[in-house]
């Protein structure tokens, strides 16, 4: 919820709508959790009805078992200290395929006789110009393409060589008498062609860029916070933030590493950034469980080492970790098959994110967590 408000104060256009209806399902969630779950239960109660959350084939399933996750957690950090390590070199030496939302470009709206297919076009205009984006800007049989095309040199030149690509590629979908002056020529009382044009300058590019910026540190500052108020120790803090920085340089670092051989587009936009924010909801909510579980085994009246308490709530949590993630991914991996193109980045995004979410909240945050406690053997609290 903390992240989907930052992405909507920080969010422009459509980013802002993502984080609206982000804030709207999280809100609905709630209410029925909490509310309608509670009546449906109830009523089976009083009617004598028992009320299973659990299968035979499940009902045992990680119930006993005790991995001792804190013996692992210097391969973990082995582990991901050279992914980050890989992550910053491929950031530093190759870097990221910004979008035109970082770089800004040329943006054209071009109508057709008949109703077209944004996907379908955004293939042609990928092949034709490297990268571009392309959505139904008003009626069916009207797009917005935009492209970083040669955005760093002015004139003329580049602008018909542009216009004339554009012709080209969609001469397949225009009228067969239309000339090339004809689709050029701007005028809103055409029917076929450019209906108006216009360039994405560095300053809004820029703008949005480091609006985009603040939101993620922003994200981070309010993680810190929310983790210390709610816990009241600046170790679980320090825990939390640890893994959802690891998170985010680790999505950042596979995009930089892939976007020259993906069959997809893989650019940093702000749908990224929207990406990037729901990853850190995510690994918040998955590392919140967990410290739950801690300080609820801490004051339990127990005698346990503070170890032995830690690893047991892993544990505990590790069904509820497992069986939200994989239902998770379910969805995405789903969104991600049978969805558009110009959404598969976005949703690689989360995918990797949910993956790399759900190893940090157990092998980074509770470990980091543990080794910053001044003492490790400190006994639980009545």
């Known amino acids: 919820g903390l992240t989907a408000l930052i992405l909507f104060i920080f969010g422009t256009g459509p980013i802002k709508g993502f984080a ?6 999280i ?10 779950t509670r009546i449906l239960v109830d009523s089976r109660n009083d009617k004598g009805k028992n009320v299973s959350f659990s299968t035979t084939a499940t009902k045992e399933f990680l119930s006993n ?37 970082f770089v800004g470009g040329r943006s054209y709206t071009v109508r057709f006789q008949d109703s077209v297919n944004p996907s379908e076009i955004n293939s042609i205009m990928n092949n034709t110009f490297g990268s571009s984006e392309v959505k139904t800007f008003g009626e069916e049989n009207q797009l917005k393409i935009t492209t970083k095309y040669k955005v760093d040199i002015e004139g ?7 216009q004339n690509k554009l012709f080209s590629s969609l001469i397949d979908f225009l009228p067969e008498d239309i000339t090339y002056d004809d689709f050029v020529k701007g005028s809103s009382e055409k029917s076929i062609g450019i209906m108006s044009s216009i360039k994405v300058g560095p300053t809004i590019a820029d703008d949005i860029k480091n609006n985009s910026f603040l939101a993620v540190i922003g994200s981070l500052i309010v993680v810190f916070l929310y983790i210390l108020l709610r816990f009241q120790k600046w170790q679980f803090s320090l825990g939390a933030v640890s893994a959802v920085f690891h998170d985010v340089l680790i999505v950042l670092g596979i995009f930089s590493l892939t976007y020259t051989f993906m069959p997809f587009s893989m650019e940093i936009n702000q749908a990224f950034i929207a990406a990037i924010l729901t990853v850190i909801g995510y690994s918040l909510n998955d590392t919140v469980v967990v410290f739950d579980r801690i300080r609820e085994f801490l004051n339990d009246g127990s005698k346990k080492e503070f170890d032995e308490t830690v690893n047991g709530a892993l544990n505990s949590t590790l069904s509820r970790t497992l069986n939200t993630s994989l239902t998770t991914l379910l969805v995405l991996i789903a969104i991600f098959t049978f969805g558009g193109e110009s959404i598969r980045g976005f949703m690689f995004a989360l995918i990797i994110g949910v993956l790399v979410g759900t190893y ?12 910053t406690q001044n003492n490790k053997k400190i006994k639980s609290e009545k």
């Open 65 to 101: 078992i005790n991995i001792p996750f804190l013996e692992k957690r210097k391969i973990a950090y082995s582990i991901s200290t050279l992914l980050i390590i890989i992550s910053l070199a491929s950031l530093s030496f190759k870097g990221l395929n910004q979008g035109v939302d």
């Open 20 to 25: 609206t209806t982000l804030l709207i399902g």
């Open 27 to 36: 809100g609905t969630s709630l209410f029925t959790a909490i509310f309608i």
């Open 360 to 371: 940090s909240s157990v092998f980074i945050a509770t470990p980091v967590m543990f080794d």
């Open 156 to 162: 003329i030149e580049v602008d018909e060589e542009i």
